[in-house]
Nanobody
C-alpha cells in the first residue's frame, strides 16, 4: 500500500485545516488508518485513529474535541479535520496504515511500532 497525504499548511491559532490521505490499495476497508505527528526534537505521537469500517475512532487527549478523523472506503481516503488549532499542534503529520483483518473491527492501533506503512508527511504550522 502507498499513502499520499495533502492539506497541510500555515494557519493562525484558532484556525482550521483538513488533511487528506489517499491509499493505493485494493482492499482499503481491511486497513486501520490513523494520523500521527512529530514535532522537532520530539518523538512521533499518536493523534487519531479509525477502525476498518469507520465505526470506531480514538483520539489523543491533546486533540480530543478539536480534531475529527473520518474515512471514505469508496474513495480509499482518510481525513483529519483539525479545528481550533493551537501553536502546539505544529508538527509534521503522518498518515498511517496497518492491515487489521485479524483484529476485532473496532481495534485502534496507537503505537508507532505497530504501524507498517507511513505516508511521506505533511507540515502543519500554527502561528500564535
Amino acid at each position: 500500500v502507498q499513502l499520499q497525504a495533502s492539506g497541510g499548511g500555515l494557519v493562525q491559532a484558532g484556525g482550521s485545516l483538513r488533511l487528506s490521505c489517499a491509499a493505493s490499495v485494493r482492499t482499503f476497508s481491511n486497513f486501520f488508518m490513523g494520523w500521527f505527528r512529530q514535532a522537532p526534537g520530539k518523538e512521533r505521537e499518536f493523534v487519531a485513529g479509525i477502525s476498518r469500517s469507520g465505526g470506531s475512532t480514538h483520539y489523543a487527549d491533546s486533540v480530543k474535541g478539536r480534531f475529527t478523523i473520518a474515512r471514505d472506503n469508496a474513495k480509499n481516503t482518510v481525513y483529519l479535520q483539525m479545528n481550533s488549532l493551537k501553536p502546539e499542534d505544529t508538527a509534521v503529520y503522518y498518515c498511517a496504515a496497518r492491515p487489521a483483518t485479524y483484529y476485532s473491527e473496532s481495534y485502534i492501533f496507537t503505537r508507532s511500532n505497530d504501524i507498517n506503512t507511513w505516508g511521506p508527511g505533511t507540515q502543519v504550522t500554527v502561528s500564535s
